[in-house]
């Protein structure tokens, strides 16, 4: 008995770790500072995710997901044996119309792009090419998906 009350308020916690009640927009994410944004040990940043489990805040879709567990994972092109491979994830849109990029830099950035012809997003530096699955960054062949 004690462990269906502890399965079932686990699973009461993991289906509310993400809610996010308030609103958000991209100009809001453009007025906080990054140590608004900057994670928690264990809580919940000002998105409501779970930073501990890895969520991060989709636009695209606007709910919190963990990257690796829904998107598309994309390996940078070029690692070297030993080096740490930091993979970008593609998100789709419902639709198919658009996709978010998730890139690690210097910290996680999210953009969106738009489809521009046939299996081909892009938007500003970025162009994800959805039948090669390979995305390209100011031209240059950065990430691919092919043999995930």
């Avoid at 509310?16 to 264990?42: F, I, M, R, W």
């Avoid at 994972?73 to 996709?99: C, Q, T, W, Y």
């Avoid at 489809?115 to 970025?126: A, C, F, H, K, L």
Wanted: hydrophobic share 35%; glycine share 8%; net charge negative.
């Amino acid at each position: 008995m004690k462990r269906i009350a502890l399965l079932l308020s686990f699973g009461f916690f993991v289906l509310t770790a993400c809610n996010n009640p308030q609103s958000y927009s991209s100009e809001n994410a453009k007025n906080q500072t990054d140590s608004e944004l900057s994670t928690v040990v264990g809580g919940k940043d000002v998105h409501g995710r779970q930073t501990a489990t890895g969520e991060i805040w989709s636009e695209l879709n606007r709910n919190c997901m963990q990257a690796f567990s829904v998107a598309q994972r994309l390996n940078p092109v070029g690692v070297k044996e030993g080096e740490a491979i930091i993979s970008a994830f593609v998100l789709f849109s419902e639709d198919k119309s658009k996709v978010e990029l998730f890139l690690r830099e210097e910290k996680m950035v999210s953009t969106i792009t738009e489809r521009s012809e046939d299996n081909v997003y892009q938007g500003g530096e970025y162009k994800f090419d959805a039948h090669e699955s390979v995305l390209y960054i100011n031209g240059e062949k950065k990430y691919d998906g092919k043999g995930q």
